[in-house]
Each structure stands twice: as C-alpha cells, then as structure tokens.
C-alpha cells in the first residue's frame, strides 16, 4: 500500500471520510442518517473503511460511534489490515482499547508479512498498546485456545516473533515487556533479514545498549550463531556498535542472570520482582562500566532509545514502515 490512495466515489463519501478523519463525531452522524450504506463503503483502491480511518486517526468517539452501528471490529482493508492493526501501529492506545472491548480478534494476520496487531505494536514500539493487547489475551478465548505462552511468541510470514522485532527496531520498553510475559529470548529467526538470528542478535545489528542488557540479563546466550555462523558480538562489530560489541565479547564478564523460575511474572509477587529486578540490573551496570573502562564508549540513560537505524538493502524489502501500510498523512482522503 503506497501513499496515494484512490478518492472516494461521491462527494458525499468524502465530506463522510473526512468528518471521520477529523473525529468531527456530529457531521459523520449526521452524513450515516442521510446515507446509512456510508457506514459499509470503503476507498475504491486499499479498500480503507471508515473503521480503519478512526482507528488510525486515534478518533475514539467517532469509532465508538462506528462500533455500535457496524458491529464489526474486523473489517479488513486490502492488505487484510484490521483496524485494530492500524490503531497499534499508530500508538493510538484509546482506540486500542475501544477495539478490543468491542471484541477485536487479536489472531488476525495482515497478508503483506503474516503479522499479528501484536508485532505492529512491538515493530513500532507502542508499549502501552502492547500491554493492553497481552492483557486482553490473557483474559480471552485466546488463551484458553492458543495459550498464552504461544500467542507472546506468535511467529509472522518471516519467523520472526514480537520479541525479535522489538529487539531489531530498538525498543527496549517492548523488549522488557515481551520479557516480562514469557517471550522466548533464544528464539531464531526464519527469513527476517538475517536467517537464523536471535533477539540478541538483531539488538547488536540495531545497536541498542538497552535491548542487548535486557536480553542478556533474561539469559541470552552471548555464544549463540546465526544462518551464517556469526555471534551477536561479530554482528555488533560488523555494524560499528562498539559499546554494544564490548558487552557482548565472549572474554568479557558475564552478566548476572534471572534464575530461571523467577522468570515470569505470575510466579513472583510483583513489587518483589520490580525490587529483584532493579538490584540485578544495577549490579550489572556496575559489570558494564569495569568492561568499557578505558574505552571510548559510555553508559546511555537506561531508557536510551534510537529511532532511523540503518537497514540494508535485504531489510528494506522485508520490513520498511511503508509495507506496513500508509502513514497518518495517507488518510487525507483528498480527491485526485
């Protein structure tokens, strides 16, 4: 789906897409009473419904609106696209949550690289989004059907979970997240591009301090090898992230690591564990600071997070932002 988008059929379909764009709640009311078949129509190319405009506008009253006349949260655009998908990867978290009240299924995957509204959330680092989609499969039929531990770790088209894409797209908040609810941390890769890497990997290709201490502090293995036999810290140097590569160096200390049963947070009081946690990560900043001693690199803030990595060419083709779908400014709906 490109940026341009083809004019809706009529006038009327117009001014209708645009009062929802515009979260103008009384004109789009007022254009369903004189024409309630606005309510099905769709833009004549990506198919956009007005669901998936609300929703990617972060229009929540509008989409309210909308909701309670269509009764169906899972319209699909042309790339098979809810608007729950959109609202994800957009950050808009009011209208997260309306869609999955309304009953929005959370196991759609989109047709352009068979992901989830959980990995738009992770790839584009919306955390509260995140959360709220893991709650809710918690406390779904998703759980019951799939298992929770299955749908944190749902692979997309290339093999690639959450997790990884958090890692990669350097969102150290997701990353903790997806941590925290049983994401496997040594998980590979299929085609995400770089066959056969780990989360850890994909955090020292984007050079992300803060994904790479996550991930190693949930027991990421610093000796795991990719399709092509190389270690995260091979890829880290590859990719010029030395402060990265320091840490990840097999002959630098270990990391202190969760024991394993306190890996999930059902299995430990919660206040507990964000005490535990906070002790293990400070004693492992103290480890980072005697290993890049001397060198050239510091410590970031522990909320240090980068947007605008480098891609190369093979990642571009599998997961530019633009194949997910258009950018905000792609619902301005103006006419050719």
Known sequence: MGLELSCARSSQ?????????????????????????????????????PLHIAAANGRVEVLSMLLRRSGNPDVLNRNKQ???MLA?????IACVQKLLQAGANILMFDSLHGR????????????????????????????????FARFVNIRDGHGATPLHLAARQRRPNCVHILLDNGALVCAFTGGYGCPGSTPLHLAARGGCLDCVRGLLAWGADRLQRDASGRIPYDVALKRNHGACAALLNPSSAEPLVWPSPLKF???????????LEAALMEANREREKKILKGTAYSLPSPVHSVDGIDDDISEILANSSSSYGPSLTSYAFYCC
């Open 88 to 92: 994800a990867m957009h950050g808009k």
């Open 116 to 147: 989830t509204c959980l990995h738009y959330a992770s790839y584009y680092g919306h955390s509260d989004c995140l959360q709220a989609i893991l709650s809710a499969a918690q406390s779904t039929s998703v759980a019951d059907s799939w298992g």
């Open 265 to 275: 947070i059902s299995e430990l009081d919660r206040d507990a564990k964000a005490l």
């Open 82 to 84: 809810t608007p729950l």
């Open 13 to 49: 379909e117009h001014e209708f897409f645009s009062a929802v764009r515009a979260g103008d709640l009384e004109a789009a009311e007022s254009a369903l009473h004189r024409d309630a078949a606005l309510l099905r129509q769709t833009t004549i190319y990506d198919r956009i419904s």
